[in-house]
T-cell receptor, first 115, second 109 residues
Framework: EPEVTQTPSHQVTQMGQEVILRCVPI?????FYWYRQILGQKVEFLVS????????KSEIFDDQFSVERPDGSNFTLKIRSTKLEDSAMYFC?????????????FGEGSRLTVL | GEDVEQSLFLSVREGDSSVINCTYT??????LYWYKQEPGAGLQLLTY???NMDMKQDQRLTVLLNKKDKHLSLRIADTQTGDSAIYFC?????????WGAGTKLIIKP
């Protein structure tokens, strides 16, 4: 069964460092998303991406964050100059069509710990 | 903004049925989802229901949707210790999923 894969599963970094989280969405999907979950809190939307550009982003997704689809398979989330409060589980998701058209598939998540 | 609410804990005896409830605010939500999250793990899609349905059954899982009241429930029949997890309700709203805070299901022997 096709699945969304994410790497690394866990990354520990020092405050101020840059981090890149990687995702391989399902191959025939066109819409990609990043969500995050701070420990004990709700899952929060960060950004959606379609046709090589950001289609929507939340208030959380400030200038510190960026996304990229560097090739035909990877979808990355870059966090410049990480802060302690960036510690969270980051989930990548993909779907075939736009919102409200079908199932959203999530990866297993990348746990980011900022020290 | 739109919101999804669910109670934080549910405790049931092994073998009983568990019913986890959820309410949402966006009446235009087309898909409503139930995800399971075990400690330290990712989000596992359990099931979802399209808004023009009022019930969906999948083995031990039954989803009921009351669209008028914007109420969704997940029933797990014959609850087992392996069902211990946090269960998230999520609703499609415009370009994103809106998530509940999760219901921790505790199984008593």
């Amino acid at each position: 069964e096709p699945e969304v894969t994410q790497t690394p599963s866990h990354q520990v970094t020092q405050m101020g460092q840059e981090v890149i989280l990687r995702c391989v969405p399902i191959s025939n999907h066109l819409y990609f998303y990043w969500y995050r979950q701070i420990l004990g809190q709700k899952v929060e939307f960060l950004v959606s991406f379609y046709n090589n550009e950001i289609s929507e982003k939340s208030e959380i997704f400030d200038d510190q964050f960026s996304v990229e689809r560097p090739d035909g398979s990877n979808f990355t989330l870059k966090i410049r100059s990480t802060k302690l409060e960036d510690s969270a589980m980051y989930f990548c998701a993909s779907r075939k069509g736009p919102a409200n058209t079908g199932e959203l598939f999530f990866g297993e998540g990348s746990r980011l710990t900022v020290l | 903004g739109e919101d999804v609410e669910q109670s934080l804990f549910l405790s049931v005896r092994e073998g009983d049925s568990s019913v986890i409830n959820c309410t949402y605010t966006d009446s235009s939500s087309t898909y409503l989802y139930w995800y399971k999250q075990e400690p330290g793990a990712g989000l596992q899609l359990l099931t979802y229901i399209f808004s023009n349905m009022d019930m969906k059954q999948d083995q031990r899982l039954t989803v009921l949707l009351n669209k008028k009241d914007k109420h969704l429930s997940l029933r797990i029949a014959d609850t087992q210790t392996g069902d211990s997890a946090i269960y998230f309700c999520a609703a499609d709203s415009n370009y994103q999923l809106i998530w509940g805070a999760g219901t921790k299901l505790i199984i008593k022997p």
